[in-house]
């Protein structure tokens, strides 16, 4: 029969080894797919002809699966980011195969070309996205992240459109297309180098390590071939650059690949642009709305609007993340993890209240110390597990006995509880102590104790003078009542009442 820890074995050893298989895959594909690519352009001597452009359509085809498997290896911040580039991939594989199919059917070239030209600029919108919208940021804000993307893909889309008409641009549009895909490439290998030198987590240091090596290549191969490349020999010969890019990041992503950790003094520069990262997308909407003031003033002023608008409104929602954050750690600060009791922080603040109120109403206030009979002894026979599920009890039994709404009941460290009764009568006190008591006693919880079972002892006392008694004496004299429970055979109930009072104990 196989166990649970056999297969997740046996799922590690498939891990494993599906992570040789691309290893080796990573080093056979450069050996194999350049040269095969080279021959190819060689052979059509056309860098238009279908064949290499099929090949290029391979290389993003490779490199968006890559990046899908790594994502598929990968967790959280990184998994995500592996998934964008995956998107950017795909929207290149698609613009290049529109090309593949305009020189198939020569008839449609020229709508295969304004089309193909929309999927090279919305390929940039996925890697921007990426860059710019910190993993761990609440997913409201990076849903309008993702929203400034598409808008700032949609005016530089517009952009680029108001130079390129179905049958192509001219020479002077031309060259301003290639310098308008410079800035872009040179703008997402920077923030990516940038992403890279501040990221400290690994497997997020090694996705922008691997974008950077990419997006430095892509911009050199693009630049190369778009201000030196004719349809002559060189076209040829530039087609198999074309794809290098690709097979680099599907190897890199293919491969398992071990970065060095960032030293501790560069996490001031990991915030900042952790923090400021953000702004890249704003500021790259202002940037193209300003360069389509000329061309379309409509367009520039809703670019302005979704910049300003979009930013405010991230910063809303972080900064409600962050105060609910906030609220929610403050909460966690006075809650006992193990109990769910108010923890000795809690208990502090609530006496200190209780007490002041005390004073302006004139009523009394009664305090419980409760201490669980033999727990050391518990924990060491039948193990700390158990005793922490003895403790849950005894606190939910505890919490159900303090039936006042003002009543308090908290850990007050170890195996000891604490409880306030505000405006307690010196009877109602000792009533809710006993109960306390007995409760737990009838719970019958299985304890090495000698009685056989789980039982409490309490100390209880109450303000003496209301003017001058304060949090410190109520404490110490609820403790030496309990003292007095447990040198008087513990499983009773105690009273400490004022000084001419002698304290005395109620058998269980």
């Excluded at 560069?266 to 061309?295: D, H, Q, Y």
Aim: proline fraction near 5%.
């Amino acid at each position: 029969m196989r166990g649970p820890h056999t297969a997740g074995h046996q799922r590690d050893d498939a891990g494993a080894a599906g992570d040789r298989i691309a290893g080796y895959f990573a080093v056979i594909l450069p050996l194999l797919f350049v040269p095969a690519h080279l021959v190819t352009a060689l052979a059509s001597w056309n860098p238009v002809a279908w064949p290499p452009l099929l090949f290029e359509t391979m290389a993003a085809f490779i490199a968006c699966a890559s990046s899908a498997w790594r994502a598929s290896r990968s967790r959280g911040r990184a998994r995500q980011g592996w998934l964008a580039v995956a998107a950017a991939m795909l929207c290149w594989m698609a613009g290049v195969g529109c090309q593949f199919l305009g020189s198939l059917t020569p008839a449609g070239t020229s709508g295969s070309g304004a089309l193909s030209m929309l999927l090279f600029v919305l390929y940039g919108v996925p890697l921007t996205f990426v860059l710019a919208s910190p993993g761990g940021d609440p997913w409201r804000a990076r849903l309008v992240d993702g929203a400034l993307a598409l808008v700032l893909g949609a005016l530089f889309g517009a952009f680029i459109f108001s130079f390129v008409a179905l049958a192509g641009a001219d020479e002077a549009g031309a060259m301003t297309l290639a310098w308008t895909f410079d800035i872009q490439n040179a703008f997402i290998a920077v923030f990516a180098l940038v992403r890279f030198r501040a990221s400290s987590i690994e497997r997020e240091r090694l996705l922008f390590g691997i974008l950077t090596a990419y997006a430095l290549v892509y911009m050199a191969v693009a630049g190369f071939y778009n201000h030196f490349v004719d349809d002559g020999t060189l076209g040829v010969l530039a087609s198999p650059l074309v794809g290098m890019p690709f097979v680099l990041l599907a190897a890199l992503a293919l491969r398992d690949i071990r970065l060095a950790s960032v030293p501790r003094r560069g996490r001031m520069f990991e915030r900042v642009v952790v923090t400021g990262s953000p702004l890249i997308l704003p500021i790259a909407l202002l940037i193209v709305s300003a360069a389509l003031v000329p061309r379309m003033p409509a367009l520039a002023i809703a670019g302005c609007v979704a910049a300003t608008l979009g930013y405010g409104l991230r910063a809303v929602l972080v900064q409600l993340h962050g105060l609910g954050e906030r609220d929610q750690l403050a909460q966690l600060s006075q809650i006992d993890a193990l109990t769910g009791l108010p923890n000795r922080r809690q208990f502090d603040e609530a006496l200190r209240r209780e007490l002041t109120r005390a004073r302006r109403s004139g009523q009394g206030l009664a305090l419980l110390m409760i201490d669980v009979d033999h727990f050391k002894l518990l924990n060491d026979t039948l193990g700390h597990r158990v005793g922490d599920e003895r403790l849950r009890d005894i606190a939910a039994t505890l919490q159900d006995c303090a039936t006042r709404a003002t009543d308090v009941v908290a850990r007050y460290g170890g195996e000891e509880f604490v409880a306030i009764l505000p405006g307690a009568s010196p009877t109602e006190a000792l009533m809710v102590a006993e109960t306390m008591r007995a409760t737990i006693e009838e719970l019958d919880l299985a304890s090495p104790a000698p009685d056989g079972r789980v039982t409490v002892s309490i100390g209880a006392a109450r303000i003496s003078d209301i003017e001058t008694d304060t949090e410190h004496r109520l404490v110490e004299r609820a403790d030496r009542a309990l003292y007095d429970s447990k040198r008087a055979g513990r499983n009773r109930v105690t009273a400490a009442w004022p000084v001419e009072e002698p304290p005395r104990a109620l058998l269980g």
